[in-house]
C-alpha cells in the first residue's frame, strides 16, 4: 500500500501527472430557441482568482463587458480535502460567496448537476438558472462563449472585440495546441511529477516553449499576428504566476520571467495594463493557494512574500 498522501494520486504509477478531461461541454449560443440561449442573469460563473484556467473566463468577462450579464461567485484559496470552499469576504478577503445556490463547497454543484458524478470538482463552472444545472466546465471553451454569445446585449465597442476572428482562428487554434501542451499544463506535469523522469521529461520542453515564446513576442507585440487573441489570454494566466509560483514551487527554476525573459515580460505587463485586466488578478490567493493547498510539495505551508515582476510598469 502506498504511504504517499492521496493527493500525490493526481500522478500515476510512473510519477507522470494526467489531468482530467472537462466532462460538461454544452454551449451558450445568441439563438434564442437553443437549449441554452444567451440571456441576462441567466448564468453564472464560479471561479477560484488562484486558478489559471477559471482566471481566463474571468478575464474574458471582464474585457466583454459581461459583468452585468453573468453573475459570478469566488472560492475560498485554500483547496482543502473536500475541494474548493466558498467563504464570506470577512472570512477571506476577495471571496464571493455563492448566492444563487447557496452552495459551501464547489463539490455540491457538481452533484446538484448530476448526483453520479465522479470526476474532480474543478473550476471555473457556467452554471444555467433557468435549468439548475452546469453548462460547462471547460475553460476554453466558456471563453469563446462570453467572446461572441453575449454580443447582442453590449454595446458596439464591446461587441466588436473579437478574440477569436475567423482569419486568424488556425494560427490561434495552432498557437494554443503547444502553448497548453508545454507550457499552460507544462508547469503542473513538471510541479506535481513523482520521479526525477516524469520532471525532466516536462521541465525541458517547458523552457524550450518559453525561449520559442520569448522570440516570437522579440517581433511582436502579441503571439499571433500582432493581435490581441484568446492565445495571449490563455498564455499570460500561467505568466504572470511563473516567477511568484511555478519557478520555486513547481521547481521550473531554469531561468525566471523577470530575469531571462524581457519581451515575454514586456508584454505580460502590456496585458495586465489593459482595462480592468488588473481588477482580475488576486496574487494574495494565487500565492496562498499554491504554498498553502499543496502540502505534499510544501508541507511547512509558508507562504514566501514575492510577488514577482511589476507588471506595473510601463513596457518601453
Given at each position: 500500500?502506498?504511504?504517499?498522501?492521496?493527493?500525490?494520486?493526481?500522478?500515476?504509477?510512473?510519477?507522470?501527472?494526467?489531468?482530467?478531461?472537462?466532462?460538461?461541454?454544452?454551449?451558450?449560443?445568441?439563438?434564442?430557441?437553443?437549449?441554452?440561449?444567451?440571456?441576462?442573469?441567466?448564468?453564472?460563473?464560479?471561479?477560484?482568482w488562484a486558478c489559471p484556467w477559471a482566471h481566463?473566463?474571468?478575464?474574458?468577462?471582464?474585457?466583454?463587458?459581461?459583468?452585468?450579464?453573468?453573475?459570478?461567485?469566488?472560492?475560498?484559496?485554500?483547496?482543502?480535502?473536500?475541494?474548493?470552499?466558498?467563504?464570506?469576504?470577512?472570512?477571506?478577503?476577495?471571496?464571493i460567496p455563492d448566492t444563487v445556490n447557496n452552495?459551501?463547497?464547489?463539490?455540491?454543484?457538481?452533484?446538484?448537476?448530476?448526483?453520479d458524478y465522479e470526476g474532480r470538482f474543478t473550476?471555473?463552472?457556467?452554471?444555467?438558472?433557468?435549468?439548475?444545472?452546469?453548462?460547462?466546465?471547460?475553460?476554453?471553451?466558456?471563453?469563446?462563449?462570453?467572446?461572441?454569445?453575449?454580443?447582442?446585449?453590449?454595446?458596439?465597442?464591446?461587441?466588436?472585440?473579437?478574440?477569436?476572428?475567423?482569419?486568424?482562428?488556425?494560427?490561434?487554434?495552432?498557437?494554443?495546441?503547444?502553448?497548453?501542451?508545454?507550457?499552460?499544463?507544462?508547469?503542473?506535469?513538471?510541479?506535481?511529477?513523482?520521479?526525477?523522469?516524469?520532471?525532466?521529461?516536462?521541465?525541458?520542453?517547458?523552457?524550450?516553449?518559453?525561449?520559442?515564446?520569448?522570440?516570437?513576442?522579440?517581433?511582436?507585440?502579441?503571439?499571433?499576428?500582432?493581435?490581441?487573441?484568446?492565445?495571449?489570454?490563455?498564455?499570460?494566466?500561467?505568466?504572470?504566476?511563473?516567477?511568484?509560483?511555478?519557478?520555486?514551487?513547481?521547481?521550473?527554476?531554469?531561468?525566471?520571467?523577470?530575469?531571462?525573459?524581457?519581451?515575454?515580460?514586456?508584454?505580460?505587463?502590456?496585458?495586465?495594463?489593459?482595462?480592468?485586466?488588473?481588477?482580475?488578478?488576486?496574487?494574495?490567493?494565487?500565492?496562498?493557494?499554491?504554498?498553502?493547498?499543496?502540502?505534499?510539495?510544501?508541507?511547512?505551508?509558508?507562504?514566501?512574500?514575492?510577488?514577482?515582476?511589476?507588471?506595473?510598469?510601463?513596457?518601453?
Amino acid at each position: 500500500m502506498s504511504t504517499k498522501p492521496a493527493i500525490l494520486n493526481w500522478a500515476s504509477k510512473d510519477g507522470e501527472f494526467k489531468r482530467q478531461q472537462s466532462v460538461f461541454r454544452n454551449h451558450i449560443e445568441a439563438d434564442k430557441n437553443a437549449t441554452f440561449a444567451a440571456e441576462k442573469d441567466r448564468y453564472h460563473l464560479y471561479v477560484s482568482w488562484a486558478c489559471p484556467w477559471a482566471h481566463r473566463t474571468a478575464i474574458v468577462r471582464k474585457l466583454k463587458g459581461l459583468e452585468d450579464i453573468i453573475s459570478i461567485s469566488a472560492v475560498h484559496y485554500l483547496l482543502g480535502e473536500k475541494g474548493w470552499k466558498f467563504a464570506s469576504a470577512e472570512e477571506c478577503p476577495g471571496a464571493i460567496p455563492d448566492t444563487v445556490n447557496n452552495a459551501q463547497f464547489i463539490r455540491e454543484i457538481y452533484f446538484k448537476a448530476n448526483p453520479d458524478y465522479e470526476g474532480r470538482f474543478t473550476v471555473p463552472v457556467l452554471w444555467d438558472k433557468k435549468h439548475n444545472t452546469i453548462v460547462n466546465n471547460e475553460s476554453s471553451e466558456i471563453i469563446r462563449m462570453f467572446n461572441t454569445a453575449f454580443n447582442h446585449f453590449l454595446p458596439a465597442e464591446k461587441a466588436k472585440l473579437n478574440y477569436y476572428p475567423e482569419e486568424l482562428q488556425s494560427d490561434i487554434d495552432s498557437t494554443n495546441e503547444w502553448v497548453y501542451d508545454t507550457v499552460n499544463n507544462g508547469v503542473y506535469k513538471s510541479g506535481f511529477a513523482t520521479t526525477q523522469t516524469a520532471y525532466e521529461n516536462h521541465v525541458f520542453p517547458l523552457f524550450k516553449s518559453l525561449d520559442r515564446l520569448e522570440k516570437i513576442l522579440s517581433e511582436n507585440k502579441f503571439l499571433v499576428k500582432n493581435t490581441f487573441t484568446e492565445a495571449d489570454i490563455r498564455l499570460w494566466t500561467t505568466i504572470i504566476r511563473f516567477d511568484p509560483v511555478y519557478h520555486g514551487h513547481f521547481k521550473c527554476n531554469i531561468k525566471s520571467i523577470q530575469h531571462d525573459y524581457p519581451h515575454i515580460l514586456a508584454w505580460a505587463r502590456r496585458i495586465y495594463q489593459m482595462e480592468g485586466v488588473s481588477d482580475t488578478v488576486n496574487m494574495v490567493h494565487i500565492k496562498r493557494h499554491y504554498y498553502m493547498s499543496h502540502l505534499q510539495i510544501n508541507p511547512t505551508g509558508i507562504v514566501p512574500v514575492g510577488n514577482g515582476p511589476d507588471l506595473t510598469i510601463v513596457p518601453s
